[in-house]
């Protein structure tokens, strides 16, 4: 059999929108200017092992990298006989419109649908009637067996999947997570366009993307991979050796100015293999930057990082009011005081620091965003972040934050293509309305570039305004702003 391994177009025309879906922990829209390209590490695992376990031609194509538009994607996955596709909530009725083209060029085609959102909603894609088989959860050794099925005809006896007989959806038994993540093969970096992937927070170009663990212990409610990918609040780690070797296949295969671990939490490893793996950084001289979590970070960890050539850590935040930090999310074990201290050890060791926020969370208010704002000002002001990020809080289908707001009854959208959380909301609070999280989300995205500005063009700025410290005329514009808020 010919198999396609597939992140599908965004959209028809790439000229006219499109965005990120494989590799990234939620679905969104970007302009198409923009350079980010996340590595589908799902489906690159999938492919290795399909390669590994089976006998079958495995083909491979990344068509939102690549841009390619539907029409050639079609043309160039005709012949297939099982395609599998990653699909997002954002791009559910586009991912099944590609199917249903599909279907329409080659009616044998054997469609499986992966992803979160195939997770969420899998009877959506059954029921669309282009879909065949519904991959739940981890889908790499799912898809191993699913395959070898088809031949014996009894896709029942595969746990973690969904599909129609008769009419009639029929789930079998949840997969268990993949429990040693060293039983899957490195990923089939061969078959995938290494060189066009990037991340932004990057400064090395080329910089390749690679993830060192799987899960979170921190349960927020609106993190998708942990409740929907694993279905568990657990983390799990490939071993040091492993890590290890992966970074030598692409020493040795590629060249990459930077490693970017992309992992859901990457600091939760235990601390002397984690001093074990920096040193192992340090003899490769390689660059390297991080998605990091405040709580499990020690001084002499951090001290660590930089020696073994971290340059940067990205962290999330989320809020700057102590009330949803110590309500919504209290399980994220994170204050204010954590956050200034540890972003101060980092940036004392030489590591260049990125913190995100996002806006709408359950239960905040305008002034609880206005004391987020607040603190963004304070952590540029005092040169504890480098630069910072805003989104709107997108509570996707099968996370807590979605039954609860669907409770609520504050969920408010047309289709599943409005869970976009670039620039809208799905969410409407009664003292916090969707336009109002629009207008806050664009205010907050406006100061975050106007304080990157002062602090990057310092000198230029303070003598065009003639002030001894450039961010006195922030102040005021912060000033204004809340009255607005």
Not at 125 to 152: H, M, Q, W
Not at 215 to 231: A, D, N, R, T, V
Not at 431 to 443: I, W, Y
Request: glycine share 4%; proline share 5%.
């Amino acid at each position: 059999m010919k198999i396609a391994v597939t992140n599908p177009p965004w959209c028809e025309n790439p000229d006219k929108a499109w965005g990120v879906r494989a590799g990234s922990r939620w679905s969104f829209s970007i302009n198409k200017n923009q350079k980010y390209y996340p590595f589908p590490f799902f489906l690159s695992h999938a492919a290795s092992l399909l390669k590994n376990k089976t006998n079958h031609e495995i083909n491979v194509t990344d068509a939102i990298t690549l841009r390619i538009p539907r029409k050639k994607f079609l043309h160039k996955i005709r012949d297939s006989d099982v395609v599998v596709m990653e699909s997002s909530t954002v791009t559910f009725e586009e991912d099944v419109k590609t199917a249903r083209m599909m279907k329409k060029e080659n009616p044998k085609t054997k469609i499986i649908f992966t992803g979160p959102h195939a997770k969420a909603m899998y009877n959506d894609y059954l029921n669309s009637g282009f879909a065949d088989y519904v991959c739940i959860g981890e889908c790499e050794k799912t898809l191993v067996e699913l395959v070898k099925s088809l031949n014996r005809g009894n896709p029942e006896k595969v746990n973690g999947i969904a599909f129609k007989r008769r009419g009639k959806v029929i789930k079998t038994p949840d997969r268990n997570s993949i429990k040693n993540l060293d039983t899957l093969p490195f990923p089939a970096w061969e078959e995938f366009p290494m060189y066009r992937y990037n991340e932004p927070f990057c400064k090395g170009v080329p910089n390749v993307q690679v993830m060192t663990s799987r899960g979170c212990i921190y349960q927020c409610p609106f993190c998708m991979w942990p409740q929907l990918m694993y279905k568990e609040w657990k983390w799990r780690a490939f071993s040091v050796d492993y890590v290890l070797g992966m970074i030598d296949h692409l020493q040795d295969n590629y060249y990459f100015n930077e490693f970017y671990f992309d992992d859901d939490t990457f600091d939760l490893r235990d601390k002397n293999e984690a001093f074990r793996m920096y040193e192992g950084f340090k003899k490769r001289d390689i660059q390297w930057s991080t998605m990091s979590h405040f709580a499990p970070l020690t001084e002499k960890e951090i001290k660590k990082m930089a020696e073994s050539g971290m340059r940067a850590a990205k962290f999330g935040i989320e809020s700057g009011s102590e009330r949803i930090l110590e309500t919504t999310l209290k399980k994220k074990a994170i204050s204010k005081a954590m956050v200034r201290r540890k972003l101060k050890l980092c940036k004392d060791s030489g590591i260049e620091t990125h913190v995100t926020f996002t806006l709408g969370l359950p239960n905040e208010t305008k002034r609880d965003i206005s004391k987020t704002i607040d603190f963004l000002f304070e952590l540029y002001s005092k040169n504890l972040i480098d630069t910072a990020q805003f989104s709107i809080t997108t509570p996707f289908p099968g996370t807590k934050m979605f039954e609860w707001a669907k409770e609520k009854g504050y969920l408010k959208y047309k289709d599943w293509s409005d869970f976009d959380g670039i620039d809208c909301s799905v969410v409407d609070y009664p003292n916090l309305k969707k336009e109002d999280l629009k207008r806050l989300m664009r205010k907050a995205a406006a100061l975050s570039s106007f304080l990157y500005y002062l602090k990057n063009r310092e000198r230029m700025v303070s003598g065009y305004f003639f002030l001894k410290e450039p961010f006195e005329i922030i102040k005021r514009f912060n000033r204004v702003m809340k009255m607005i808020i």
